[in-house]
């Protein structure tokens, strides 16, 4: 991954480590065409982190995109999710080979448990399947997205493997500090959806302003600066490829300590959160 200016961290994977970029694409809610052009564009920006989920139904168009972008595959970190209809032990292979074929891929970068869905009870049954198709080549890091501190646990219990990533919702303000605490201590990388936090109404925020007008940079690339000044990995989606390339172009600034602290002082705690304990999805 030496073509491109984004930065990049190390991503565990069956045999060592990768370079991981700090900031990749976001592909949800884009289908289609759409989501094809949106995908050949941000590669030819510099993007080689895409995220894709079998639940978003546009794995084809994110495959169309890597193709029409003329880039090697094996530059590129794509990842998917497994969705809660594929959860348990028999069924993770079968969602698998459904997302590789749909793609056109022959392995995947990053294979995610998109929500841990409790109330199934086999969270921990996919993450060791998962695992077993990691030491068969179909995978090359495993992950998760929206676990919290005791579903991150059970799957070291069982398995006595972290995941090597867990995505979760996150920008200033959802800081999720204490969770980020214990995932770090774990070696367990941030990755933020939702970093830009327009639910959240983040862009409107005159601590946000402020520091673009401080900076002289734009309010997006202020949030997406705080993330991976952190070391977290942001995945912004755009269609538009001037706010591709504008989502990208944060590697020749920085954030100062007090610019940071007023940033992260936009956090309205944990509660504001999506929670996997309870929010479930097939
Ligand atoms: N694991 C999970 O459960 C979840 C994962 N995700 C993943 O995370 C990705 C990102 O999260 P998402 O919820 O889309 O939120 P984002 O924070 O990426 O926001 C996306 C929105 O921001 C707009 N936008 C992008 N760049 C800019 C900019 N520079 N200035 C102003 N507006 C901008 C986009 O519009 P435009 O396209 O017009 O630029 C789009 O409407 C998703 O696409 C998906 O891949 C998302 C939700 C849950
Ligand atoms: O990954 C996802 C994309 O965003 C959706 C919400 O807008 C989520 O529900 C979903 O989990």
């Given at each position: 991954m030496t073509d491109s200016f984004i930065a990049t961290t190390s991503l565990a994977t069956a045999d060592g480590s990768r370079d991981l970029p700090l900031i990749g694409l976001g592909t949800y809610p884009m289908k289609g065409q759409e989501c094809a052009d949106a995908v050949a564009s941000a590669i030819g920006v510099g993007y080689r982190l895409i995220?894709?989920?079998?639940?978003?139904?546009?794995?084809?168009?994110?495959?169309?995109?890597?193709?029409?972008?003329?880039?090697?595959?094996e530059t590129l970190v794509v990842t998917s999710k497994?969705?809660?209809?594929?959860?348990?032990?028999?069924?993770?292979?079968?969602?698998?080979e459904r997302s590789l074929t749909t793609l056109g891929l022959d392995y995947l970068d990053l294979y995610l448990i998109h929500w841990p869905n409790p109330s199934q009870g086999k969270y921990v049954e996919s993450f060791a399947t998962m695992l077993e198709l990691q030491s068969e080549g179909l995978i090359r890091s495993v992950g998760t997205s929206n676990f919290v501190q005791e579903q991150l646990a059970a799957l070291y219990d069982a398995t006595g493997v972290w995941p090597a990533i867990n995505q979760i919702q996150c920008s200033p303000m959802l800081t999720r500090?204490?969770?980020?605490?214990?995932?770090?201590?774990?070696?367990i990388l941030t990755e933020a959806w939702g970093p830009l936090g327009l639910?959240?109404?983040?862009?409107?925020s005159p601590v946000v302003q402020k520091v673009a007008e401080e900076t002289g940079r734009s309010v997006g690339q202020v949030i997406l600066r705080w993330h991976v000044q952190q070391g977290i990995i942001a995945i912004p989606k755009s269609g538009n490829p001037k706010?591709?390339?504008?989502?990208?172009d944060v590697f020749d600034f920085q954030l100062s300590d007090g610019q940071m602290e007023r940033l992260s002082g936009l956090d309205r705690g944990e509660d504001a959160a999506w929670d996997s304990r309870t929010h479930e999805e097939f």
């Amino acid at each position: 991954m030496t073509d491109s200016f984004i930065a990049t961290t190390s991503l565990a994977t069956a045999d060592g480590s990768r370079d991981l970029p700090l900031i990749g694409l976001g592909t949800y809610p884009m289908k289609g065409q759409e989501c094809a052009d949106a995908v050949a564009s941000a590669i030819g920006v510099g993007y080689r982190l895409i995220d894709t989920a079998a639940q978003y139904g546009n794995e084809d168009g994110v495959g169309q995109g890597i193709r029409d972008s003329g880039v090697d595959r094996e530059t590129l970190v794509v990842t998917s999710k497994l969705r809660g209809s594929d959860h348990g032990a028999d069924s993770v292979r079968r969602g698998l080979e459904r997302s590789l074929t749909t793609l056109g891929l022959d392995y995947l970068d990053l294979y995610l448990i998109h929500w841990p869905n409790p109330s199934q009870g086999k969270y921990v049954e996919s993450f060791a399947t998962m695992l077993e198709l990691q030491s068969e080549g179909l995978i090359r890091s495993v992950g998760t997205s929206n676990f919290v501190q005791e579903q991150l646990a059970a799957l070291y219990d069982a398995t006595g493997v972290w995941p090597a990533i867990n995505q979760i919702q996150c920008s200033p303000m959802l800081t999720r500090t204490q969770l980020r605490g214990f995932m770090s201590d774990r070696g367990i990388l941030t990755e933020a959806w939702g970093p830009l936090g327009l639910r959240e109404k983040l862009p409107d925020s005159p601590v946000v302003q402020k520091v673009a007008e401080e900076t002289g940079r734009s309010v997006g690339q202020v949030i997406l600066r705080w993330h991976v000044q952190q070391g977290i990995i942001a995945i912004p989606k755009s269609g538009n490829p001037k706010r591709q390339k504008e989502n990208a172009d944060v590697f020749d600034f920085q954030l100062s300590d007090g610019q940071m602290e007023r940033l992260s002082g936009l956090d309205r705690g944990e509660d504001a959160a999506w929670d996997s304990r309870t929010h479930e999805e097939f």
